[in-house]
């Protein structure tokens, strides 16, 4: 099956620093990733949606400022969680669709203090 | 967008009962209707999955029905362990690119 690659898989940082995840899909070219937030307890929530060589689509209530996506390959998708608040903490998880499937990273823990 | 339900929200069986998770929807367009198992800081495991001109669907304790008129589709364990503790997410796709994920069904097995 295809192998999403997701690092870090947890990071702890200072409050107004930023932090990148990245998302490489391993032995299958991915034109279109996905990246959900997930809170304790709670679903997916998906906050956008990154294609290969054009500008993310970002769901409503989520700031494009704040969380940059970048799909400069077909391979590696980025997103850049910038000056990080303690409300950022979370888990962020990317996903890519082949066909009618998804495959998942293994998903980042951020904790910012 | 997708409005997509699960019910029960927690679920608690003692092991060896069977357990019904029922997921609706709201996109006519749906034609492929997976479940996936998400253990505590893990990603989501897909554990079965059904398209649109099948009504169910079996894989040893684990099955899928689905009724497209209705916009509903269950996922059935059967002689449940505790090994299927575990939250458990529908996600009907299709139509949309994006895929939204089910309100998720948190499942205790008890010894």
């Known amino acids: 099956g295809a192998v999403v690659s997701q690092h870090p898989s947890r990071v702890i940082c200072k409050s107004g620093t930023s932090v990148k995840i990245e998302c490489r899909s391993l032995?299958?070219?991915?034109?279109?990733m996905f990246w959900y937030r997930q809170f304790p307890k709670k679903s997916l929530m998906l906050m956008a949606t990154?294609?290969?060589?054009?500008?993310?689509?970002?769901e409503q209530g989520v700031e494009k400022d704040k969380f940059l996506i970048n799909h400069a390959s077909l391979t590696l998708s980025t997103l850049t969680v910038t000056s990080a608040h303690p409300e950022d903490s979370s888990f962020y998880i990317c996903?890519?669709?082949?066909?009618?499937?998804?495959?998942f990273g293994s998903g980042t823990q951020l904790s910012v203090l | 967008g997708e409005n997509v339900e699960q019910h029960p929200s927690t679920l608690s069986v003692q092991e060896g009962d069977s357990a019904v998770i029922k997921c609706t929807y709201s996109?006519?367009?749906?034609?492929?209707f997976p479940w996936y198992k998400q253990e505590l800081g893990k990603r989501p495991q897909l554990i079965i999955d059904?398209?649109?001109?099948?009504g169910e669907k079996k894989d040893q304790r684990i099955a899928v029905t689905l009724n497209k008129t209705a916009k509903h589709f269950s996922l059935h364990i059967t002689e449940t362990q505790p090994e299927d503790s575990a939250v458990y997410f529908c996600?009907?796709?299709?139509?949309?690119?994006?895929?939204?994920f089910g309100t998720g069904t948190k499942l205790q097995v008890i010894p």
């Open positions: 996903s890519a669709r082949v066909g009618e499937k998804l495959f």
């Open positions: 059904i398209r649109s001109n099948v």
């Open positions: 996109d006519s367009a749906s034609n492929y």
């Open positions: 032995d299958f070219q991915a034109t279109t």
């Open positions: 996600a009907p796709t299709g139509g949309y690119q994006k895929v939204t």
């Open positions: 990154s294609n290969e060589g054009s500008k993310a689509t970002y």
